[in-house]
C-alpha cells in the first residue's frame, strides 16, 4: 500500500509552521496520519483491501479494490474508522500529560469537527450519504447528497472568507470540498455507469 500526501497540504503546513512551528507541523501531520489508520485499520475489518492512501487536509483519501461493490455497512465501518482513531488519540491526550499535550487536543478536536461535518467526502458526508441511501435508486440519491454537498461546501467557503486572512487553512479546505464536490457531481454518470459495468463483471465471473 502507497501512502501520498496532496500538494494542497504544502500551503497549509506552510501557514502553520510560520505560526506554530515545526513541532505544531509535526503534530498536525501524525493526527492525520493516525486518523488514517484508522479508515484503512477499519477497511482490512470489512474484508476490503487499501491500495493506496492520500493525505488530505481533512484526513485522507481511500483508495480500496472494488469499492463500488462494496455494501452499506462496509462503506459506513470505513467512513466511522478515521474518527474513532482520532477520539482515541483525543482520549490519550486527555489522560496523559506531555509536552504539547494541549495543542494536540487541540487539533483532535477541530479533527473532529471537520470531518463530522455532513459534507462529501468529510466522514459525517460518506456516513450520511450511506445512511440515506435509497434501496429503490441509490443513484439518484447519491447525487441529490452531492448536489447538497456542492452548495453547502460554497456556502462554507464564502462564510469562512470573511474571515480571512486568519481563516486561510480552514478557507483552502473549504475551496478544496467545493471543488471535490464539483467534480463529482459532473462525472455522477460516468460513475454510476461503471458501478454497473463492474457489477454485471462480478456477475457473469
Not at 487539533?107 to 473532529?112: E, H, P, R, T, V
Request: aromatic share 10%; proline share 4%.
Amino acid at each position: 500500500m502507497k501512502f501520498r500526501i496532496h500538494p494542497i497540504l504544502l500551503p497549509i503546513f506552510l501557514f502553520f509552521m510560520i505560526v506554530g512551528g515545526v513541532s505544531l507541523y509535526a503534530m498536525i501531520l501524525f493526527s492525520l496520519l493516525f486518523h488514517e489508520v484508522g479508515h484503512i485499520w477499519a477497511a482490512k475489518q470489512a474484508g476490503m483491501n487499501v491500495r493506496s492512501c492520500t493525505i488530505l487536509p481533512y484526513g485522507g483519501e481511500l483508495q480500496i479494490v472494488n469499492r463500488q461493490l462494496a455494501t452499506k455497512q462496509q462503506r459506513l465501518i470505513v467512513a466511522l474508522g478515521g474518527p474513532l482513531a482520532t477520539a482515541v488519540l483525543l482520549l490519550i491526550a486527555l489522560l496523559v500529560s506531555f509536552p504539547g499535550s494541549a495543542q494536540l487536543i487541540q487539533i483532535q478536536l477541530i479533527l473532529l469537527a471537520v470531518n463530522l461535518l455532513p459534507i462529501l467526502p468529510l466522514d459525517g458526508g460518506q456516513a450520511l450519504s450511506v445512511l440515506l441511501e435509497s434501496k429503490d435508486d441509490k443513484y439518484s440519491s447519491r447525487s441529490i447528497f452531492t448536489l447538497y454537498s456542492v452548495i453547502a461546501s460554497i456556502a462554507l467557503f464564502l462564510f469562512l472568507s470573511m474571515y480571512l486572512p486568519e481563516s486561510l487553512p480552514y478557507t483552502i479546505v473549504a475551496a478544496f470540498l467545493a471543488v471535490q464536490n464539483i467534480i463529482s457531481y459532473r462525472f455522477r454518470k460516468y460513475e454510476q455507469v461503471f458501478e454497473q459495468m463492474s457489477k454485471a463483471r462480478r456477475t457473469t465471473a
